[in-house]
């Protein structure tokens, strides 16, 4: 059998720091090639040839613009896929499923309602499956929004991020990240929307500072900086009953205001203004929410260049 691990990008607590840091470190070097501050990428097209492919069975903007230009962007080619367009809607199983993708594709990102099905697919592929973003987590968000953080206030290692509202699948990949970037994460919730106990569990046994309250100004206390999320997730059920005990853990900028002053205000978007961010924070200098979005490019092409690139992956964010 092939010994070569095949290069999945499931959860961040599967992948070590020195390879998160890798990644993140190239999509900053890719980003800066394409603004023509350093000399072009080079080879100009790495993944010339390759086709990724797109398995959405929820709705996105970001992630699949992101992972579509990202990869033309380095030479490859792009496949997208609806599973009610598949036969998986007549019943073909995520195994058979999984083994055909392989013959065709070199990659799949696939976003799911159920974080078993990625599984799945990825027990069956034998090319690398990215979570697109699942109940439990999503992943590849974290990997933009820490290159944001670092982009405008230098080395996350050490600082401290809140995070404001429901203990959702972002707020679970942020907690993993903080194991592996060495941050404090702080998170406000309502009792009944605590983050994933197993991934608090697993980051502090990792030795991550993982602090849970149900108050936000204490979470934000210091704070360099506040994140928050949509009060309802696609997996969620809308209800009155659901905004109004999310109502308290708006972000306001009353609450920035008890943050430190030159924190950041991040988002992951989609977001609904005037519920868990007001208008003039989501509007206000402080809020990075459309570099974050942008950046998802550049950490999507550092992420591909790391899941298709081989062994000598971090050369291409190394000026010839
Ligand atoms: N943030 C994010 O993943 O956005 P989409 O749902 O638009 O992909
Ligand atoms: N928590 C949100 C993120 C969307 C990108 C959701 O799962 O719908």
């Given at each position: 059998p092939d010994a070569t691990p095949i290069r999945h990008f499931l959860e961040l607590r599967d992948l070590d720091a020195a390879t998160l840091?890798?990644?993140?470190?190239?999509?900053?070097?890719?980003?800066?090639?394409?603004?023509?501050?350093?000399?072009?990428l080079h080879p100009a097209r790495p993944l010339e040839?390759?086709?990724?492919?797109?398995?959405?069975?929820?709705?996105?903007?970001?992630?699949?613009?992101?992972?579509?230009?990202?990869?033309?962007?380095?030479?490859?080619?792009?496949?997208?896929?609806?599973?009610?367009?598949?036969?998986?809607?007549?019943?073909?199983s995520l195994a058979d499923t999984a083994r055909v993708l392989s013959r065709f594709l070199d990659a799949v990102v696939v976003r799911s309602g159920d974080a078993e099905q990625v599984a799945e697919l990825?027990?069956?592929?034998?090319?690398?499956?990215?979570?697109?973003?699942?109940?439990?987590?999503?992943?590849?968000?974290i990997l933009?929004?820490?290159?944001?953080?670092?982009?405008?206030r230098g080395p996350i290692a050490g600082r401290r991020i809140a995070w404001v509202g429901d203990g959702n699948n972002v707020?679970?990949?942020?907690?993993?990240?903080?194991?592996?970037?060495?941050?404090?994460?702080?998170?406000?919730?309502?009792?009944?929307?605590?983050?994933?106990?197993?991934?608090?569990?697993?980051?502090?046994?990792?030795?991550?500072?993982?602090?849970?309250?149900?108050?936000?100004?204490?979470?934000?206390?210091?704070?360099d900086c506040v994140v928050t999320d949509t009060w309802v997730s696609m997996s969620d059920q809308a209800s009155?009953?659901?905004?109004?005990?999310?109502?308290?853990?708006?972000?306001?900028?009353?609450?920035?205001?008890?943050?430190?002053?030159?924190?950041?205000?991040?988002?992951?978007?989609?977001?609904?203004?005037?519920e868990e961010v007001s208008e003039d924070v989501f509007e206000g200098p402080q809020s990075v929410v459309f570099d974050e979005a942008e950046n998802r490019l550049h950490a999507q092409k550092g992420l591909l260049l790391w899941a298709l690139g081989g062994p000598g992956w971090r050369r291409f964010g190394v000026e010839p």
């Open positions: 840091r890798g990644i993140v470190d190239l999509a900053m070097n890719v980003k800066a090639m394409q603004r023509g501050r350093t000399r072009p040839g390759r086709t990724l492919g797109l398995l959405l069975s929820k709705p996105s903007t970001r992630t699949r613009l992101s992972f579509e230009v990202g990869m033309r962007q380095l030479g490859g080619s792009v496949s997208v896929m609806q599973p009610g367009e598949m036969q998986i809607g007549r019943g073909e990825a027990r069956w592929s034998t090319i690398p499956i990215i979570n697109g973003l699942t109940p439990r987590s999503h992943p590849v968000q933009a929004d820490i290159m944001t953080f670092e982009e405008h707020a679970t990949s942020w907690i993993e990240t903080a194991a592996r970037f060495g941050f404090t994460i702080a998170l406000a919730t309502p009792a009944d929307m605590a983050p994933d106990p197993q991934a608090v569990a697993w980051a502090r046994s990792e030795g991550a500072t993982v602090e849970l309250t149900q108050d936000s100004r204490a979470a934000v206390r210091d704070a009155d009953a659901r905004l109004k005990t999310l109502a308290p853990y708006s972000v306001t900028s009353d609450l920035m205001n008890a943050a430190d002053p030159r924190a950041l205000f991040m988002h992951c978007l989609p977001a609904h203004v005037g």
